[in-house]
């Protein structure tokens, strides 16, 4: 029908120049015919509103039509184009850089990064008598590590010490298909506490607090952990028992074969509030921890002992215990309260070990406690630095130093760490937990530390370490009542 009417309409009146049908033919032609066709008076008011609206109807279908087409067409080419690209194949890698060296199967389903850290010492007896310690340059850690993924969900560690005879530290696989379990095996640190599942790459002071040289540290063994709830995590393990529980990563082991005394079953739970409730710059952190096991007896490096937290001192030592099958608890707790800069932290211990010896049972207890309070001076939240394991990682500073303004991140701290073995004493009967002459049963210790925190990868530390014993010790010939120690740190990580 409007094509009729047009023509007739088209018979009477001129349509204007070649130039203005070819601008109509560009956009909406049946509409800028009708109205040209009106405004030369071709067409009444009547007509010119029926044709205009029966033409715009038209053209609005055929727009559709050709945004319809011009979508599909551009649908075909992008299928077109990605079917033709090349797909990435599971032998490409992507590698990079960041804190550490990144490799990366161009699929994400397998990774492996490469890290190392060296820390260098220097330790500087100021006061407690001549001879009795060496001021030294030490070389305190030299690790080499690689860990990944493969098949996106098997995670593996491997941690080797250098510093002096070559050693693996950590070597561990975790199974980790969901966050709520995950099953971890080899040898690997339990989260008993908050200062030793911190790595040493972000230990608060250079040296743990006293009560960690008698907590559970690395063995072998399995451990089911996870993330049940948002701020909740545990761990549930089975280890050998007695590979590092009290003398640290220093020595080369004890019992590691396990071929003496039983299993050792640990347990842990805690919780930071701090996510549940959305305060993003805040840590309100508490742990429990539970283990239980027997005391290695039989390996003379089994003896109960205890350095200062210059690490340069050994204030206790009892004889070895002369039953073979010493039976030990512990119980530990801990809590963490951050808010943006401020931080203050305390974890106690207690270890009970019971048995008999020479027809007489015994039971000695050793009870530690340490508490800490921290300032990040350039102003770093704490809670940024709070992993989902309840432990710390790095400190990034809001501004790398780069001479250019850029100071790093700056913290002042102090701890204060009480260690209680009395019922350790020299008058006690052989092989029931006797304290060897020349020691203390009982300590204090006072921690002021200053970090500088150059960029993620490098930083300064420097400790002045006051110590107080109950009854003077011998070292080296020298007696002492106390220690003061100053020590230097210079560490980079990769």
Sequence with gaps: ???????????????????????????????????????????????????????????????????????????????????NMPKPSPSD???????????????????????????????????????????????????????????????????????????????????????????????????????????????????RALPMQFIPGIDRGAMLHGNPIQGMYYAVSAVNGGLRNNVGLSSTGLDEDNDVDGKDFLGHLSYNLAPVLEHKDSIYHVGFSYATGEQPTSDPDSALRASTETGALKF???????????????VGASTVLAHGPLRFTGEYVHNNFQGAASGQAFDRNIDAYYLSAHWMLTGESYAKAFGKQNAFGDIVPQHN????????????????????????????????????????????????????????????????????????????????NSEDGLNFRAQINY
């Design 401 to 480: 130093f780069d001479m250019k303004g850029g100071w790093g991140a700056w913290e002042l701290a102090f701890r204060f760490s009480h260690l209680d073995a009395s019922d350790f004493k020299s008058t006690n009967t052989a092989g029931t937990g006797k304290l060897l002459n020349g020691f203390a049963n009982e300590a204090d210790g006072y921690t002021v530390g200053l970090k500088w925190i150059v960029n993620p990868q490098v930083r300064f530390l420097a400790n002045y370490v006051h110590t107080d014993f109950n009854q003077p010790i011998v070292s080296n010939g020298v007696t002492l």
């Design 93 to 207: 890698v992507k590698v990079s850089y960041k804190n550490g060296f990144h490799m990366e199967s161009a699929d994400g389903q397998h990774s492996l990064e490469i890290h190392g850290r060296i820390q260098a010492d220097y330790l500087d007896t100021v006061s407690g008598g001549d001879g009795a310690t060496k001021d030294k340059f030490n070389l305190r850690r030299a690790y080499l590590y690689t860990q990944g993924k493969l098949f996106k969900n098997w995670e593996h560690l491997f941690v080797a010490s250098f510093q002096g005879t070559p050693q693996a530290v950590f070597w561990e696989m975790n199974a980790h298909y969901w966050d709520e379990a995950q099953l971890k095996f080899g040898q690997y640190r339990f989260p008993f506490s908050i200062n030793e599942s911190t790595s040493s790459r972000n230990i608060d002071f250079m040296e």
């Design 1 to 83: 029908m409007i094509k009729k009417q047009l023509a007739a309409a088209v018979s009477v009146g001129l349509l204007g120049s070649l130039a203005t049908t070819q601008a109509l033919a560009s956009e909406g032609t049946m509409v800028k015919l009708i109205d040209t066709l009106y405004e030369n008076g071709s067409i009444d008011s009547k007509a010119y509103g029926a044709l205009r609206a029966s033409a715009q109807a038209e053209d609005d279908s055929k727009l559709k039509d050709q945004k319809n087409l011009k979508a599909e067409a551009e649908k075909t080419v992008k299928a077109a184009v990605e079917e």
């Design 316 to 330: 206790f030592q009892a004889d070895q215990f002369g039953d073979s099958s010493v039976d030990l608890s512990r």
